[in-house]
């Protein structure tokens, strides 16, 4: 038997015991689209009346998830022998820790899928875990593509990445996505959720000679986001601009430069950009 295998028979034999440790799992959303950013935060709250360390022990990793697709088929983590650094939970307190799903688990297919945090506790020998979260993977309506080539010295130079703008349905609004896969394997590198889109607007999309994505598009009246996407999918930055009238648009320079015309950088935040958890926010050692 694996150790996955294990875990879910534990999980299934033992009761929800909350008596020293009060687990819950809270997900940002229950829909994303396929190859994006799935935040989730796992609430851990010591009712032990005394200061704990949960730690790994043996086979046994304090931090874990039990997650299952469509059919009750188990899904296991890209690397069953990951390590956790012990983490001590004040009594009375409580921790908060907001992860990437995605990262650790592949759960980048569509269909329904179903998760709860798995929290092993040495004092008692037994794993605690959460109520169930439900969520769903679907997949956006294309908006543009354009497969380009990685240059000299990138990572995957000579290979080729196919570039896609998309239209997602979020349960509040419309938002546009940049995605950039290998075009040989197929393999989503990136997904970002990069600002709402209004409706019968046509978003602007620019290659520099770097290859990398430079997104434009209209966010409200007189105001546009600017993103910035490299070739591998590395998120390049996102800036606001400011348009007093008329549409303002990315042109390319006779000497193949891209700048914004029509339009003013502001030193306003933007609020769009991919919703990726911290590092420090991470109660994992991620694996690589």
Not at 12 to 40: I, N, Y
Not at 94 to 105: C, E, F, G
Request: aromatic share 8%.
């Amino acid at each position: 038997m694996t150790r996955f295998a294990a875990l879910i028979l534990l999980l299934a034999m033992l009761p929800a015991a909350r008596a020293q440790l009060d687990v819950s799992l809270e997900l940002k959303r229950h829909t994303f689209m396929r190859g994006e950013p799935m935040e989730v935060t796992v609430v851990i709250r010591n009712l032990a009346g005394k200061d704990v360390i949960l730690r790994d022990e043996g086979t046994h990793q304090w931090f874990g998830f039990e997650i299952s697709k469509d059919n009750d088929t188990p899904v296991g983590p890209y690397h069953a022998d990951y390590r956790n650094d012990p983490l001590v939970i004040l009594n009375g307190s409580t921790v908060r820790r907001s992860i990437d799903l995605l990262k650790l688990y592949p759960v980048s297919e569509y269909g329904s899928y179903r998760a709860r945090a798995a929290i092993y506790f040495h004092e008692t020998g037994k794993y605690l875990s959460s109520e169930i979260g439900r969520f769903d993977v679907s997949e956006g309506r294309k908006l543009w593509t354009q497969t380009v080539g990685v240059p000299r010295g990138r990572d995957g130079a000579g290979g080729y990445r196919k570039m896609s703008l998309l239209s997602f349905q979020q349960p509040k609004e419309m938002m546009l996505y940049a995605r950039v896969e290998d075009e040989g394997t197929g393999a989503v590198l990136a997904t970002y959720p990069i600002g709402r889109i209004v409706g019968g607007t046509t978003p602007g999309a620019e290659l520099d000679a770097e290859n990398t994505l430079h997104v434009f598009h209209f966010v409200a009246p007189g105001q546009y986001y600017l993103s910035k996407i490299g070739v591998n999918g590395e998120w390049l930055g996102q800036t606001v601009w400011d348009s007093a009238k008329g549409r303002a648009a990315v042109r390319r320079k006779p000497d193949g430069k891209l700048v914004v015309v029509g339009a003013t950088r502001t030193n306003v935040a933007p609020v769009g950009g991919p919703p990726v958890p911290k590092l420090s926010d991470r109660p994992v050692a991620l694996p690589k």
